[in-house]
């Protein structure tokens, strides 16, 4: 009667099992594929199970409940799990299993006596569907094989324990164990059916078949002492409850490094050897190089890992040696400015985290990567700035070519052309020749002075003549605020200035000149400040400019063409600028490096 009331209390929580599943249909399977076969398959089998133990109680010992019975667990069930996980039969073996599997379990319906009761026919059912789901592992895709190591999980590690425990206990006790290990198989049955990857089953495979390995071994060693014991003693010795109790706790205290042992044996077979962690540490840091896809190979062979990869800051691969794993993790890589990237590293099959070994050659290696990642960065920083460079070089060179070909060429071509005409002129009509000659003077007189512009604007001679100082002097000289009125400059120079190099100089005198020009027609200030002197730089002297007017002080500056391009003139010498506001006016500094200019 206990085996029919398990059966009864089995096909019960089957049947809960599969309601709950076709409850949550929607949330498990959104495309709506939902495995209507097998899901009435177990509903069937659970419909059978309970009819049996029903006509079992009511009529008492018979053919029919005992056939039931037969169909519910040895055909329904098992065909069931044929189809599981996805309703359909192993690829490339077609419904063959299937058919296989009812047969075999029907034989135990036509032949009771031989297949049934003797269990043969549950047998030589199970181990088939054994084969079949293991043939389904092999040539299934990843989300598959989740889904089947859910119940490998379930079915493997709770029946041989109870199967083992059985010889120990009472039946009442194997009845209960039969139902506990029964409730465990149908949850991990869901999960993986419903949400197989809600949880990383290798990672509690593993846990599972530690522990249990252990927890099987310190009761062996629990049964030997109580073994060795009654020897010595000759006779069997009845311990006190609180001797036993000793006996079990000594024995219980090897099970934390009998369990690390284990899984060290565990890793070691699925994972291989590993190096050393600090000898890996040195293989990885010695590959460091511009290219970090050896270093990270090194990495990925020291420490047996499936994949390493670096990531910038906005996720995007940087460097991959690998392929991605189901499972990674996330390790920032940073310095004293903030974090420059991530190293993810593949964890391997069946963990859940990186081993403490492993975590000490990443942490060893981090500040080396994050060095990598910056210099990266610098590079794309220093590419980013040449680019700039090239690009102003060449806007000016396109401005020098659109001013000659568009201005100067012109007026060149004219004054050629109208001393043509006064020489034809000459002697047939003076006084027109004569005119010709005037309008010639005053087109040259043009060319000159779109000349000294464009010298003007490459370098002014006035910086080669009178200096840095009396060349800013000149210019504020002549500054107007937009109401035609004067800017009063106030040129300070507290020591002399030493001879600056042409692109100090230059560079100098544009980002004044931008200053004050915006000084005087946005600031809607009277007056303005221009320091020049030298300050203490980090490696050499640097020409500090600071550009202050009493303009507007509550609107903070938006940047435009002129600000940018004063901070692209200081950057071009490895100088800095800022420009800002502050509760007296506009503030423009700069500093420029003196070595930057000279050569």
């Given at each position: 009667m206990i085996i029919w009331l398990s059966l009864g209390i089995g096909a019960a929580l089957l049947a809960v099992a599969v309601l709950i599943l076709l409850a949550l249909r929607r949330r498990a399977w959104p495309d709506g594929t939902v495995p209507a076969r097998l899901l009435g398959l177990l509903l069937a089998a659970a419909a059978t199970g309970l009819l049996a133990v029903a006509l079992r109680l009511v009529t008492g010992p018979g053919g029919v409940p005992d056939r039931l019975a037969v169909l519910s667990v040895v055909v329904l069930l098992p065909t069931a799990l044929v189809l599981y996980p996805d309703d359909k039969p192993p690829a490339g073996l077609g419904w063959t299993p299937v058919a296989v599997v009812a047969l075999c379990g029907g034989m135990g319906l036509v032949y009771?006596?031989?297949?049934?009761?003797?269990?043969?026919?549950?047998?030589?059912?199970?181990?088939?569907?054994?084969?079949?789901?293991?043939?389904?592992?092999?040539?299934?895709?990843?989300?598959g094989r989740r889904a089947l190591q859910w119940l490998a999980l379930g079915a493997l590690p709770g029946p041989l324990l109870a199967a083992m425990a059985s010889f120990a206990?009472?039946?009442?006790?194997?009845?209960?164990?039969?139902?506990?290990?029964?409730?465990?198989?149908?949850?991990?049955?869901?999960?993986?059916?419903?949400?197989?990857?809600?949880?990383?089953?290798?990672?509690?495979?593993?846990?599972?078949?530690?522990?249990?390995?252990?927890?099987?071994?310190?009761?062996?060693v629990f049964a030997s002492v109580i073994s060795l014991i009654d020897t010595v003693a000759g006779d069997r010795v009845v311990l006190s409850p609180g001797a036993l109790g000793l006996v079990a706790a000594a024995c219980a205290m090897g099970y934390p490094p009998v369990s690390r042992l284990l899984r060290q044996v565990v890793e070691l077979l699925l994972f291989g050897a590993r190096s050393d962690p600090i000898e890996a540490a040195s293989?990885?840091?010695?590959?460091?190089?511009?290219?970090?896809?050896?270093?990270?190979?090194?990495?990925?062979?020291?420490?047996?890992?499936?994949?390493?990869?670096?990531v910038d800051p906005a996720g995007q691969a940087v460097a991959v040696s690998g392929r991605p794993p189901e499972s990674a993790v996330r390790r920032a890589l940073t310095v004293a400015d903030g974090t420059l990237g991530y190293l993810d590293v593949g964890l391997r099959p069946?963990?859940?985290?990186?081993?403490?070994?492993?975590?000490?050659?990443?942490?060893?290696?981090?500040?080396?990567?994050?060095?990598?990642?910056?210099?990266?960065?610098?590079?794309?920083?220093?590419?980013?700035?040449?680019?700039?460079?090239?690009?102003?070089?060449?806007e000016e060179r396109r401005r020098l070519r659109r001013d000659l070909h568009d201005g100067l060429g012109p007026r060149l071509t004219g004054v050629a052309y109208a001393a043509d005409a006064a020489r034809n002129l000459l002697h047939r009509n003076p006084a027109r020749a004569a005119e010709l000659l005037v309008s010639v003077r005053a087109e040259a007189g043009e060319a000159i002075t779109d000349v000294r512009r464009l010298v003007e604007g490459l370098r002014p001679p006035s910086l080669d003549q009178v200096g840095l100082e009396q060349t800013v002097r000149q210019h504020a000289r002549h500054l107007l605020r937009p109401d035609g009125g004067p800017i009063e400059v106030d040129v300070r120079v507290p020591a002399p200035l030493p001879?600056?190099?042409?692109?100090?100089?230059?560079t100098a005198y544009r980002i004044v000149v931008e200053a004050l020009t915006n000084a005087a027609r946005h600031s809607g200030g009277h007056h303005a400040t221009v320091t020049l002197c030298l300050e203490d730089g980090a490696d050499d002297k640097v020409l500090a400019i600071e550009v202050r007017d009493d303009g507007r002080s509550g609107e903070q500056w938006v940047p435009g063409f002129g600000l940018t391009s004063m901070r692209e003139r200081a950057e071009m010498l490895g100088g800095t600028l800022q420009a800002h506001v502050d509760g007296t006016g506009g503030v423009v500094s700069a500093r420029l490096p003196l070595e930057a200019g000279r050569g």
């Open positions: 009771p006596g031989l297949f049934a009761k003797s269990g043969l026919g549950e047998l030589v059912a199970y181990l088939l569907v054994l084969a079949a789901q293991w043939w389904r592992f092999e040539h299934t895709d990843v989300a206990i009472s039946d009442v006790l194997a009845a209960v164990l039969d139902l506990a290990v029964w409730t465990v198989f149908l949850a991990c049955f869901c999960v993986g059916l419903a949400a197989p990857g809600v949880r990383d089953v290798r990672a509690i495979t593993l846990s599972v078949g530690v522990h249990a390995a252990g927890g099987l071994l310190v009761l062996a293989t990885v840091g010695e590959r460091l190089g511009d290219d970090p896809v050896p270093a990270l190979r090194s990495l990925r062979e020291s420490l047996a890992l499936p994949y390493a990869a670096l069946g963990q859940q985290a990186l081993l403490r070994t492993d975590e000490q050659v990443v942490a060893v290696l981090a500040p080396a990567l994050a060095q990598l990642m910056q210099a990266r960065r610098f590079r794309a920083d220093l590419q980013a700035s040449r680019a700039s460079i090239v690009a102003a070089v060449e001879g600056l190099g042409a692109a100090v100089e230059v």
